[in-house]
T-cell receptor, first 114, second 115 residues
């Protein structure tokens, strides 16, 4: 089954404790991206990757890091989480210029930083 | 920079009725894509319908259709014969035709279908 997976689905952590949210896709997509969703703000792009070893900032990159060492994986790293990073996070992937320009979204990760 | 505006934070409609969700956007580009995504309580993001800006014909997907007015930069979603399963948050989104396939989202409209 074609899918994007994220782990963990829920996470409660404390300020300053490094964490990683994993994202994996099994569709051989070149493009992957991270978004955060906040009430009243919709979804905003954090980082994206056009291919292996090619990453760039989105609209809200502060406080986040990413890496793309393999085509299928695109982890999101919060090295020193703060309460303002409490949010719902989505990973998405697509084949650039592909049919329907459809991006496939993961199930989301609910992060709470206390 | 592109912006997407959804001016209706919440809407409700009786089951089987028709409802229209509004979306306007701002861009200086001539070629782009517009989308409506549905987010049910499960939080999964589901693509409902897409429209290519260079196509004048409005897109339709079963009970879902759009009214795309390029000059007015308007992209509304019409849901016909609404069903209880249509209850969800709906996001309008914009994508340029170049480079980063970033989706720029509106703030969403929470739609409730009343039995």
């Amino acid at each position: 089954e074609a899918q994007v997976t994220q782990n963990p689905r829920y996470l409660i952590t404390v300020t300053g404790k490094k964490l990683t949210v994993t994202c994996s896709q099994n569709m051989n997509h070149e493009y992957m991206s991270w978004y955060r969703q906040d009430p009243g703000l919709g979804l905003r792009q954090i980082y994206y990757s056009m291919n292996v070893e090619v990453t760039d900032k989105g609209d809200v990159p502060e406080g986040y890091k990413v890496s793309r060492k393999e085509k299928r994986n695109f982890p999101l790293i919060l090295e020193s989480p703060s309460p303002n990073q409490t949010s719902l996070y989505f990973c998405a992937s697509s084949f650039p210029g592909g049919a329907r320009n459809e991006q496939y979204f993961g199930p989301g990760t609910r992060l709470t930083v206390t | 920079a592109q912006t997407v505006t959804q001016s209706q934070p919440e809407m409700s409609v009786q089951e089987a009725e028709t409802v229209t969700l509004s979306c306007t956007y701002d861009t200086s580009e001539s070629n782009y894509y517009l989308f409506w995504y549905k987010q049910p309580p499960s939080r999964q993001m589901i693509l409902v319908i897409r429209q290519e800006a260079y196509k004048q014909q409005n897109a339709t997907e079963n009970r879902f259709s759009v009214n795309f007015q390029k000059a007015a930069k308007s992209f509304s979603l019409k849901i016909s014969d609404s069903q209880l399963g249509d209850t969800a948050m709906y996001f309008c989104a914009f994508m340029t035709n170049f480079g980063n396939e970033k989706l720029t989202f509106g703030t969403g409209t929470r739609l409730t279908i009343i039995p």
